[in-house]
């Protein structure tokens, strides 16, 4: 079912407490963890407590959650005291995407270029 749980999603199983993460905030909708392999200073993914494959469906089904990563990301970024920051939603094989429980990545502390690769 969308949005329940998934038993073979590694970012359910952040949310529900049985695989560790760095979590750095906490809401009722969403959860944001240092990534394991991080790609600037700050680089923090916002994930939402329910599971869609994407931030598209995720938007679809539940933009009240999809406007509350949007939120937490800038809340990370103050934070760390970013003044600038670079929120990313790969979405699909073709652009990166590796998990696929739909996320946010928040990078920050270095300068960025445009455009990405
Ligand atoms: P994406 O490629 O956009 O799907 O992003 C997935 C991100 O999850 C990558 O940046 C990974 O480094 C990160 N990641 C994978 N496993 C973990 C983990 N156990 N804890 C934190 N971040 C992870
Ligand atoms: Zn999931």
Known sequence: MPGEPQDDCLFCKIVAGHVPATI???TETTVAFRDINPQAPTHV????RVHYRDAAELA???P???A??????KAVADEDKLESYRMVFNTGSGAGQTV???HA????????????G
């Open 60 to 62: 679809a089904a539940e």
């Open 68 to 73: 509350d990563i949007l939120r937490e990301a």
């Open 64 to 66: 009240a959650v999809a």
């Open 45 to 48: 993914l916002v994930i939402p």
């Open 105 to 116: 990545h928040v990078l920050g502390g270095r300068g960025m270029q445009w455009p990405p």
């Open 100 to 102: 696929w429980h739909a």
């Open 24 to 26: 750095v905030r906490e």
